[in-house]
């Protein structure tokens, strides 16, 4: 069974950059695409962004392009979202999950960390 632990969230002012880590453990984590999405109160889950197991160029939700960077540390089991540039309509529970090989959805899910952009 994997397991995906987010930290990293916090409070931080309009404009601040803040960086989220996902822990992950109990799987063969080189061979997941691994991704990240949030949810604010009232709204749906939005995609973020995601990075294959293959590593390379992540791809990003319109509103985590330019601002949002994914990056991954297959020797440690770890996948990062630096934000840039936060603006308040980023506040979310942001979420960790990772995609087995052949998946056509995202397998496993972290319980979130909070972000919370004050204005």
């Known amino acids: 069974q994997v397991q995906l632990v987010e930290s990293g969230g916090g409070l931080v002012q309009a404009g601040g950059s803040l960086r989220l880590s996902c822990a992950a453990s109990?799987?063969?984590?080189?061979?997941?695409?691994m991704g990240w999405f949030r949810q604010a109160p009232g709204k749906e889950r939005e995609f973020v962004g995601a990075?294959?197991?293959?590593?390379?160029?992540?791809s990003y939700g319109d509103s985590a392009k330019g601002r949002f960077s994914i990056s991954r540390d297959n020797a440690k089991n770890m996948v990062y979202l630096q934000m840039n540039t936060l603006k308040p309509d980023d506040t979310a529970v942001y979420y960790c999950?990772?995609?087995?090989?052949?998946?056509?959805?995202?397998?496993?899910w972290g319980q979130g960390t909070q972000v919370t952009v004050s204005s």
């Open positions: 990075i294959s197991w293959l590593g390379g160029r992540p």
């Open positions: 109990g799987g063969t984590f080189s061979t997941y695409t």
């Open positions: 999950a990772a995609k087995v090989r052949f998946s056509d959805r995202f397998d496993y």
